[in-house]
T-cell receptor, first 113, second 117 residues
Framework: AQSVTQPDIHITVSEGASLELRCNYS??????LFWYVQSPGQGLQLLLK??????LVQGIKGFEAEFKRSQSSFNLRKPSVHWSDAAEYFC???????????FGRGTSLIVHP | NAGVMQNPRHLVRRRGQEARLRCSPM?????VYWYRQLPEEGLKFMVY????????ESGMPKERFSAEFPKEGPSILRIQQVVRGDSAAYFC???????????????FGEGSRLTVL
């Protein structure tokens, strides 16, 4: 079955530390890949996306993600986390056409001062 | 450009009442998706609509829930005879025809938070 997995429900890091949030997918073809961020009480904002080409994509707020076909992964990274990065992060995949974009269950990022 | 507009942002209903949630997509967008976010859970797809058509409602509960996206006006998600389990955040997202077909990239509203007493 097709699926998107974010194995970490909660991640806690200290401000200034590096961050990696994991995302794995299970699809027959290479999907379009997205990371969204949701601040408390807000909607989802697109951080970055991968369609094709360079497997390392840069996003807003200093985030980047790397697509690894061999591992079916699209992990999100940031070299130095800020307190304002505390939020819920969702990985999502799309296949285009009438395919409905599917979201992982989300990873809650907690940032300690 | 205004983003995806959802209203009301917060809605309180008693059990048995009806809830109506509205979504105006971004200008130029004719594809609307509704997702539900329950506490401690991710986003669950409910329904995908284009103007005057329901394209996919595979995520909608079979009873009490309905959605429409008329030729004029916003998309509406309607929940009849609400129960406590309907308490959740309901998010609307929109996309352009070309973008939706090619990639599935979505633009989200800020959500409507329904509380059922």
């Amino acid at each position: 079955a097709q699926s998107v997995t974010q194995p970490d429900i909660h991640i806690t890091v200290s401000e200034g530390a590096s961050l990696e949030l994991r995302c794995n997918y299970s699809y027959g073809a290479t999907p379009y890949l997205f990371w969204y961020v949701q601040s408390p009480g807000q909607g989802l904002q697109l951080l970055l996306k991968y369609f094709s080409g360079d497997t390392l994509v840069q996003g807003i707020k200093g985030f980047e993600a790397e697509f690894k076909r061999s591992q079916s992964s699209f992990n999100l990274r940031k070299p130095s986390v800020h307190w304002s990065d505390a939020a819920e992060y969702f990985c999502a995949v799309g296949l285009g056409g009438s395919y409905i974009p599917t979201f992982g269950r989300g990873t809650s990022l907690i940032v300690h001062p | 450009n205004a983003g995806v507009m959802q209203n009301p942002r917060h809605l309180v209903r008693r059990r048995g009442q009806e809830a109506r949630l509205r979504c105006s997509p971004m200008k130029g967008h004719s594809h609307v998706y509704w997702y539900r976010q329950l506490p401690e859970e991710g986003l669950k797809f409910m329904v995908y609509l284009q103007k005057e058509n329901i394209i996919d409602e595979s995520g909608m509960p079979k009873e009490r829930f309905s959605a429409e996206f008329p030729k004029e006006g916003p998309s509406i998600l309607r929940i009849q005879q609400v129960v406590r389990g309907d308490s959740a955040a309901y998010f609307c997202a929109s996309s352009r025809p070309g973008l939706a077909v090619n990639t599935g990239e979505l633009f989200f509203g800020e959500g409507s938070r329904l509380t059922v007493l």
